[in-house]
C-alpha cells in the first residue's frame, strides 16, 4: 500500500477514535450529571457539568485532528507552524468557552440560592459587576496569548491602552467620581432601596428607587424621578426616614397669650392629642414651654407616630385638635399686634411753653 495511503488512513482512524472519545466523554458526563442531580442538593454541580461539556468534546476532537495531521507526511512543512497556530487558537477558544461558560453558571448559582440567605445585600449589588469584570479579564487574557502566539507584540498595544485609559479617566472625572461615590454608598448603605431619603444639598426628599453607579433615582412625593449624581450624594447630609424603623415624631409650634396658665395650657394640649387614634399611645406626649415670643408664650408639642409617610397629614390632625381644645378652654391663641401710643396736642408734654423772649418796655431808644 502507497505510504501516503497509509498514513491518510492512520490519519482518519486517530480522527475517528478522538469523535468516538469525545462521544464517550460526553455520555459519561451526562450520566454523571444525572447521578449528581439526583444525589445533591443543589443544581451547582448539573450546571458546572452543563459548562464544560460542550467544550471539553471539542478539545477532544481538536486534539485528534492535530495528532492525524502529524502523522501524514505528505503536508508541507510550510504549514506545519500556522497548523499549529489554528490549534493553539482553537484550544485557547475551547478552554475560554469553558470559563467563560463555568464562572456564568457558579455566579447565576450563587445569585439564586445564597445571596438572598446572606445577612446583608452586599453580594446582590455587586455579583453583576463582579460577573462583568471577571469575564472582560479572561477575554483580555485570551486575546493577549492569542496575539502573542501569532507574534505580535502586546507590550506596546498594554501601554497604548495605559495611556488612553488615562486621558479617557482625565476626561470622564466626573463620571468617575460619581461611580467611585457609587461603590462607597453600596458599601457604606446610608440607605437602600425602598427608603425615604433627604438630599439637604438640593433639598430634595422622596422614596429611593434605584442605586446605581453614576446616579440615584428618587421619586419626590410629587410622583416625579429626581436624578441625584452619586458625587453629592456622597459629600451631602442625607437624612434617612426610613432607619432604623418607621415609627417618626412629629412636632408642631403653639403659642399661647401672655398671662395664661401655663400647666393648664400644656396640660390640654396633652390630653387633646393623646385622644387622637393615630398617635401611638405607648410614647410619650409632650408640650414644651420653649421660648417668650414677641406676642406670646412659645409651646412646643411632639409626638410619635406608626409611620413617616403620614407626617403631613398628621401635622394638620394635630393642629386642628390643638386649636380646638385650646378655644374651648377658653386659652387665647394670640395673633401678631402693636400696640401704638401717639403723643398729640394735648397731652402733658405738649402744654409745657417755653419761657418768653420778649423785650423788656424801659429800653432807651437809639
Known amino acids: 500500500m502507497n505510504l501516503i495511503v497509509q498514513e491518510i488512513l492512520i490519519g482518519i482512524a486517530i480522527v475517528l477514535v478522538a469523535w468516538l472519545a469525545s462521544w464517550l466523554v460526553w455520555y459519561l458526563l451526562g450520566w454523571l450529571r444525572q447521578r449528581r442531580v439526583r444525589k445533591a442538593k443543589t443544581p451547582l454541580d448539573a450546571a458546572i457539568i452543563d459548562a464544560i461539556r460542550s467544550p471539553l468534546r471539542f478539545i477532544i476532537i481538536v486534539w485528534g485532528i492535530q495528532l492525524a495531521l502529524k502523522q501524514i507526511n505528505a503536508v508541507p512543512a510550510?504549514?506545519?507552524?500556522?497548523?499549529?497556530?489554528?490549534?493553539?487558537?482553537?484550544?485557547?477558544?475551547?478552554?475560554?468557552?469553558?470559563?467563560?461558560?463555568?464562572?456564568?453558571?457558579?455566579?447565576?448559582?450563587?445569585?439564586?440560592?445564597?445571596?438572598?440567605?446572606?445577612?446583608?445585600?452586599?453580594?446582590d449589588r455587586f455579583l453583576a459587576l463582579f460577573h462583568r469584570i471577571v469575564l472582560v479579564v479572561i477575554t483580555a487574557v485570551f486575546i493577549i496569548m492569542v496575539l502573542g502566539r501569532y507574534g505580535i507584540e502586546v507590550s506596546?498595544?498594554?501601554?497604548?491602552?495605559?495611556?488612553?485609559?488615562?486621558?479617557?479617566?482625565?476626561?470622564?472625572?466626573?463620571?468617575?467620581?460619581?461611580?467611585?461615590?457609587?461603590?462607597?454608598i453600596m458599601a457604606d448603605q446610608p440607605f437602600k432601596v425602598g427608603d425615604r431619603v433627604e438630599i439637604r444639598e438640593i433639598g430634595t426628599w422622596?422614596?429611593?428607587?434605584?442605586?446605581?453607579?453614576?446616579?440615584?433615582?428618587?421619586?419626590?412625593?410629587?410622583?416625579?424621578?429626581?436624578?441625584?449624581?452619586?458625587?453629592?450624594?456622597?459629600?451631602?447630609?442625607?437624612?434617612?426616614?426610613?432607619?432604623?424603623?418607621?415609627?417618626?415624631?412629629?412636632?408642631?409650634?403653639v403659642g399661647i397669650a401672655y398671662g395664661s396658665d401655663v400647666e393648664k395650657a400644656r396640660q390640654v394640649m396633652i390630653e387633646a392629642i393623646q385622644a387622637e387614634e393615630w398617635v401611638m399611645q405607648d410614647e410619650p406626649v409632650e408640650a414644651l414651654f420653649l421660648a417668650f415670643e414677641d406676642f406670646s408664650l412659645a409651646f412646643r408639642v411632639r409626638c410619635w407616630i406608626e409611620h413617616y409617610v403620614e407626617t403631613?397629614?398628621?401635622?394638620?390632625?394635630?393642629?386642628?385638635?390643638?386649636?380646638?381644645?385650646?378655644?374651648?378652654?377658653?386659652?387665647?391663641?394670640p395673633f401678631p399686634q402693636r400696640v401704638v401710643h401717639l403723643v398729640g396736642a394735648d397731652t402733658p408734654e405738649n402744654n409745657t411753653r417755653q419761657p418768653s423772649h420778649k423785650l423788656p418796655d424801659n429800653l432807651p431808644a437809639l
Not at 380646638?324 to 378652654?329: C, D, K, P, Q, T
Request: charged fraction near 20%.
Open 78 to 123: 510550510a504549514w506545519a507552524d500556522t497548523l499549529d497556530r489554528v490549534v493553539f487558537v482553537l484550544y485557547a477558544l475551547f478552554v475560554y468557552l469553558a470559563l467563560y461558560r463555568f464562572i456564568s453558571t457558579l455566579i447565576n448559582w450563587y445569585a439564586i440560592e445564597v445571596a438572598h440567605r446572606t445577612a446583608t445585600d452586599w453580594d
Open 312 to 333: 403631613r397629614r398628621v401635622i394638620d390632625k394635630m393642629n386642628t385638635a390643638l386649636y380646638l381644645a385650646l378655644n374651648r378652654e377658653g386659652i387665647e391663641i
Open 206 to 253: 422622596g422614596d429611593v428607587i434605584e442605586i446605581g453607579l453614576r446616579s440615584t433615582r428618587i421619586r419626590t412625593r410629587d410622583n416625579r424621578m429626581v436624578t441625584v449624581p452619586n458625587s453629592i450624594i456622597g459629600k451631602g447630609l442625607v437624612v434617612n426616614y426610613s432607619n432604623p424603623s418607621t415609627k417618626y415624631r412629629v412636632e408642631t409650634q
Open 156 to 184: 506596546g498595544l498594554v501601554a497604548t491602552l495605559g495611556i488612553g485609559s488615562l486621558a479617557l479617566a482625565l476626561a470622564a472625572q466626573e463620571t468617575l467620581g460619581d461611580m467611585i461615590s457609587g461603590f462607597t
